[in-house]
């Protein structure tokens, strides 16, 4: 089995910065793309961030500028790093890792439970 274990979450004031963290455990052969979503009341869920194993980024347009994700793979753990924060950044904020748990297995994406991030105007 694969557990994503989130931190960092809390109540913030608008213009201020929080950094999220989600470390991966278990057994697993490879962690391969590590992303953040989040999903509002009454709102579709949206990718925020996304880092592949190599490093390369993608971000979206809404945050662009204001957020930074980043990993480390020797501790198999991704942040997101929220600077300038608005109201509208309000969220439940979920991690997904896409993990190859064995040579021979198909990749599989995995969820983190979700940390709540209340931005105050």
């Known amino acids: 089995q694969v557990q994503l274990v989130e931190s960092g979450g809390g109540l913030v004031q608008a213009g201020g910065s929080l950094t999220l963290s989600c470390a991966a455990s278990?057994?697993?052969?490879?962690?391969?793309?590590m992303s953040w979503y989040r999903q509002a009341p009454g709102k579709q869920r949206e990718l925020v961030a996304a880092?592949?194993?190599?490093?390369?980024?993608n971000y979206a347009d809404s945050v662009k500028g204001r957020f930074t994700i980043s990993r480390d793979n020797a501790k198999n753990t991704v942040y997101l790093q929220m600077n300038i924060l608005k109201p509208e950044d309000t969220a439940v904020y979920l991690c997904?890792?896409?993990?190859?748990?064995?040579?021979?297995?198909?990749?599989?994406?995995?969820w983190g439970q979700g940390t709540q991030v209340t931005v105050s105007s």
């Open positions: 997904n890792a896409d993990v190859l748990q064995t040579v021979l297995t198909r990749p599989y994406g995995f």
């Open positions: 278990g057994r697993f052969f490879k962690i391969n793309t």
């Open positions: 880092i592949t194993s190599g490093g390369n980024t």
